[in-house]
């Protein structure tokens, strides 16, 4: 069992890592805020990537089923991956495109479940602030929706630089926290 000296440098080593890799995300989210498009493009890329080996999975997967119809069936959803994925690798801007168009609605749905759960529960204090959420997700989602297609260079690298931003400042705030912490422990 390691001595405690051990185990707070352990926790110290650790949570140096846990601010290298914040502020990295951090340094990425800026990044992707300066260039949203490149940043989509390279997000549209990496889910293609995703895609693409999901029917590679599918597909190696198919040769293990015991009856034809399975067979047919999940080599029918791996071709499927495959060429999505594939499509998607070879023209990113399309991928950037219908992902953009994804989250317009995934906000639209989003804005209107939380305006559903404030009416529930307005009667609750705080309740307040799940409107403020339903009304920004609807006003976000409309304006994507309204200036699509051109909404497809700047929303998804911005949202993704704004959340990269968000993530790493959190990793370093905590790492901090756990760092002070083990501080007071030795």
Do not use: C, N
């Not at 051990?6 to 300066?34: C, E, H, T």
């Not at 209107?112 to 009304?135: E, Q």
């Not at 926290?177 to 007071?184: E, G, I, K």
């Amino acid at each position: 069992m390691a001595t405690m000296p051990d185990a707070v440098a352990v926790v110290k080593q650790g949570s140096k890592w846990g601010i290298v890799w914040g502020v990295l995300l951090v340094i990425l989210g800026m990044l992707a805020i300066a260039e949203p498009f490149l940043a989509a493009v390279a997000l549209a890329t990496f889910v293609a990537w995703l895609l693409i080996f999901v029917g590679i999975v599918h597909v190696a997967l198919a040769f293990h089923a015991h009856s034809g119809k399975a067979i047919a069936w999940k080599l029918l959803v791996g071709v499927a991956y495959l060429f999505i994925g594939g499509y998607l690798l070879f023209r990113p801007v399309v991928g950037v495109a219908s992902l953009t168009l994804m989250l317009a609605f995934l906000f639209l749905v989003e804005g209107v479940l939380d305006f559903m759960l404030w009416w529930k529960s307005r009667s609750v204090r705080g309740a307040f602030w799940i409107l403020v959420d339903s009304i920004i997700t609807l006003l976000l989602g409309g304006m994507i929706y309204v200036h699509w297609p051109s909404s497809s260079f700047y929303a998804i690298g911005t949202l993704l630089g704004i959340s990269l931003i968000i993530s790493g400042v959190t990793r370093v705030m905590l790492s901090l926290a756990v760092r002070s912490l083990a501080d007071q422990v030795a």
